[in-house]
Nanobody, 126 residues
């Protein structure tokens, strides 16, 4: 069974940095896309960054481009999201999602991903 285990997050002041990790298991190949998504209170879940494990191609939402960096350690089957210059607007529950590669994976659209880890809270104080 596919499992995703998210960790990290926490509380930080505006301008600070945090990282979150997503350990994946159960996939039968590395033709997988893994992404980070977030959901703020009263808002829909949005994709903020996704990565293709096989070739390292990445996607970033405009709202995080230049501040967040997604990376993967294939030996550990883990995807990381380094978040710098955090803003209060980044406050949300962050989820990792994954699926076998499909056309359109790079749109990083939550509805297109089938496997999900538990959320981890990121809170940025002003």
């Amino acid at each position: 069974d596919v499992q995703l285990q998210a960790s990290g997050g926490g509380l930080v002041q505006a301008g600070g940095s945090l990282s979150v990790s997503c350990a994946a298991s159960g996939f039968s190949s590395d033709d997988v896309a893994i992404g980070w998504f977030r959901q703020a209170p009263g808002k829909e879940r949005e994709g903020i960054s996704c990565i293709s494990i096989h070739d390292g191609k990445t996607y970033y939402a405009d709202s995080v481009k230049g501040r967040f960096t997604i990376s993967s350690d294939n030996a550990k089957n883990t995807v990381y999201l380094q978040m710098n210059s955090l803003e209060p607007e980044d406050t949300a529950v962050y989820y990792c999602g994954a699926d076998y590669l499909f056309t359109g994976w790079a749109r990083c659209t939550p509805d297109l991903y089938d496997f999900w880890g538990q959320g981890t809270q990121v809170t940025v104080s002003s």
